[in-house]
């Protein structure tokens, strides 16, 4: 991997976990990330429509790829927004990130039959995995299955099965793009505001009818704007670097830092407990990553 690359998915985990915290401690609400990514596709559209005559001469198959993406997007953050209501960041946040790191190589071997990726790599992957499953305990000796039978990481799986689909359906959209002519940039840039637009076109009416939330109360503004900012931010930096690796599971592997930034981030600002497992686990998978990540 490129440091390049590198550089601009660690800056990715940064934006990542600040948008979480934000969430977590402003809102809990799938209203609430309908109207942040509302406000990050209207900051960040001007790329969008720079790179429109591109755009709109892509071919039909790019634009299924970003409409099932949107519905990927949708069910992520409709998964996130539960689980915070129910669990607490140093839990639910790890876990939404880890699991995406073994599901996205299975998907890429039964999609395209073959995978790029080392053993060193794979034993990376399976540290992070066997990492996170340390975080919901509290004391070793309390270890039992149910304590993955909650609420909190039924929607946690949720999630992390939504980011598996939409890593993999992006890094396909992306190459299609790119196929075409586009630069990493502006294919990167123009699918982040699209695929925003996608993931309003599902969330509006599953806010309405599903989760029967009313849109018409706005969270906190500025809360509210600055996660837009960054989650849109956020992924345009890994979509760009996804246009830079072999293969996605290297970037779903590496972004996985911000799983550590989050947990850091549950202690000190929301005063939530850091237990000897959680802390071990949380070493595992720092070992992990930078298995991945040499």
Known sequence: MTPTAIGLILVSALLHAGWNLIGKRTAQTVRFYAWAMGFGMLLFSPLLIRAWPQVSALPVEFWWLLLASGLCQTLYMSGLAKAYSHGNLNIVYP??????????PVVIVLVYGQSQLLPRDVIGMGLIMLGSLALPLVRWRDWHWRNYCTPAIGWVLLAAGATAGYSV???????????????????GSSFVVLQAISCLLWML????????????????????????SFIIGTYLLILVSMSMVSEVSYVVAL?????????????????????????????????GLVLVSV
């Open 169 to 187: 359906l992006d890094s396909a959209a992306i190459l299609i793009m790119k196929r075409e002519g586009m630069s990493a940039f502006d294919a």
């Open 205 to 228: 009416p599953l806010i309405r009818w599903g989760f029967g939330e009313s849109l018409r109360q706005l969270p906190d503004l500025g809360w509210t704007m600055l996660a837009g």
């Open 95 to 104: 876990l939404a990130r880890a699991l995406p790191v073994l599901v996205v």
């Open 255 to 287: 972004r996985q830092i911000s799983i550590p930034l989050g947990v850091v981030i549950g202690v000190f600002w929301l005063r939530e407990s850091m237990s000897p497992p959680r802390l071990q686990g949380l070493g595992v998978m720092l070992l």
